[in-house]
């Protein structure tokens, strides 16, 4: 994890592992167009489909995929979903 990093400089996009922490403890995201962007909080690691408290807030994966496919690690999570329902998804990283 990058960590005292600012929104809005640059970084290298990559499809895991795409957060970091900004000097206040922040957390930012990697964007696919190589600039570090403001995100929810990340919370750890978590798994697509299960239940989650805090909508808006990121995981990522422990390993992703199952034993017949390349497994990745670090894949980012977002909660998302109605409050008492809500479920971590596959968060495709911003543009922006």
């Known amino acids: ?4 990093v ?3 400089t640059p970084c290298t996009p990559s499809m895991n592992f795409v957060f970091g ?3 206040a403890g922040n957390t930012v995201i ?4 190589g600039s570090w962007r403001p995100t929810g909080p990340l919370i750890g690691e978590a798994a697509p489909g299960l239940r989650c408290a805090t909508l808006g807030s990121t995981a990522q994966t422990r390993l992703s995929g199952n034993t017949l496919q390349v497994q990745v690690p670090g894949i980012p999570l977002q909660c998302v979903g109605q409050p008492g329902s809500a479920t971590w998804v596959h968060f495709d990283v911003p543009v922006w």
């Open 21 to 23: 922490l900004d000097a």
């Open 30 to 33: 990697c964007s696919a167009a």
């Open 1 to 4: 994890m990058a960590r005292n």
């Open 6 to 8: 600012a929104a809005g």
